[in-house]
């Protein structure tokens, strides 16, 4: 009998009809790992020496948190004033030479006359920027 394909010792070699995925993921996990060594080192910059100068021209911001709870308590920065004192109190903190950012942030329940008097008085003594803290609302899924 005369057998088409190739016999050694009583086996048959069939050719495969797959392809063999093991060699190409080695090779994609290899150039993975290469790939994230790699790339931190790419965003190093641009080495540049800068002069040195004895005028700063950035101001830097000072932060102020006023809270208002619904006794109508007015806190700066967790210490409890009255709203004459805040004048004198965000008077006080704010100097020329930095940016003063007021978050106010104030009880649901506060009536709204007493949240307006609050940022009036803000804006009053020169303080520009003024933000609102809120609480984001949850999402029912």
Same mark, same amino acid.
């Given at each position: ?5 190739? $016999? #050694?010792? *009583? ?15 080695? =090779?994609?996990? /290899? ?9 931190? +080192?790419? !965003?190093? *910059? ?8 004895? =005028? ?9 948190? /006023?809270? /208002?709870? &619904? ?14 004192? +805040? ?15 007021? !978050?106010? @942030? ?5 009536? !709204? *006359? #007493? ?8 804006? &009053?003594?020169?303080? $520009?920027?003024? *933000?609102?803290? #809120?609480?984001?609302?949850?999402? /029912? @899924?």
């Amino acid at each position: 009998m005369v057998d088409s394909g190739e $016999d #050694t010792g *009583g086996k048959r070699h069939r050719l495969m009809s797959e392809i063999n995925m093991v060699p190409f993921v080695d =090779v994609v996990l /290899v150039l993975l790992i290469i790939f994230m060594i790699s790339a931190p +080192l790419m !965003y190093r *910059g641009i080495d540049i020496h800068l002069p040195k100068s004895s =005028v700063n021209t950035i101001k830097q911001e000072q932060r102020i948190m /006023v809270a /208002v709870d &619904r006794e109508l308590n007015i806190y700066v920065d967790g210490h409890m004033v009255s709203l004459s004192g +805040l004048e004198t109190i965000l008077l006080q903190k704010k100097s020329p030479d930095t940016d003063l950012t007021v !978050y106010l @942030k104030a009880d649901k329940d506060v009536p !709204y *006359g #007493t949240i307006i008097t609050v940022m009036d008085t803000v804006k &009053r003594i020169g303080i $520009d920027k003024l *933000g609102m803290i #809120t609480e984001p609302i949850k999402e /029912v @899924k």
